[in-house]
């Protein structure tokens, strides 16, 4: 296994995350997605947190979220079967490429 997480077939970004957080981002295509995620766990590049927490300030200096509610997200999402890839910047430039030059 050479260290690397194990496999999922789900892999999401921190906008699809974000969209659990902001109501008028949500729907059902976001309350489905957060279903899966519970049931199946997904993995996330290694930036990902990094994103989900400025999205997190932006929206709370938008005044779009407290900042009890960002805690509260942060809790939430730490109860989720979320793996963070962490060999993803030592795979960008050579299997993140290629891959995405296969599926063009």
């Not at 009890?68 to 939430?76: D, G, I, K, L, R």
Request: charged share 25%.
């Amino acid at each position: 296994d050479r260290g690397r997480a194990s496999v999922t077939g789900l892999v999401i970004d921190a906008s699809s995350v974000l969209s659990w957080c902001f109501e008028d981002e949500g729907g059902p295509e976001a309350d489905a997605l957060i279903e899966r995620v519970a049931a199946e766990g997904t993995a996330v590049p290694a930036v990902w947190p990094l994103e989900v927490a400025n999205g997190l300030v932006m929206g709370e200096r938008r005044a779009r979220i407290k900042p009890a509610e960002s805690v509260a997200f942060v809790a939430m999402l730490e109860g989720l079967p979320i793996v963070v890839d962490r060999a993803t910047g030592a795979r960008a430039l050579h299997e993140t490429c290629s891959c995405a030059s296969q599926r063009r």
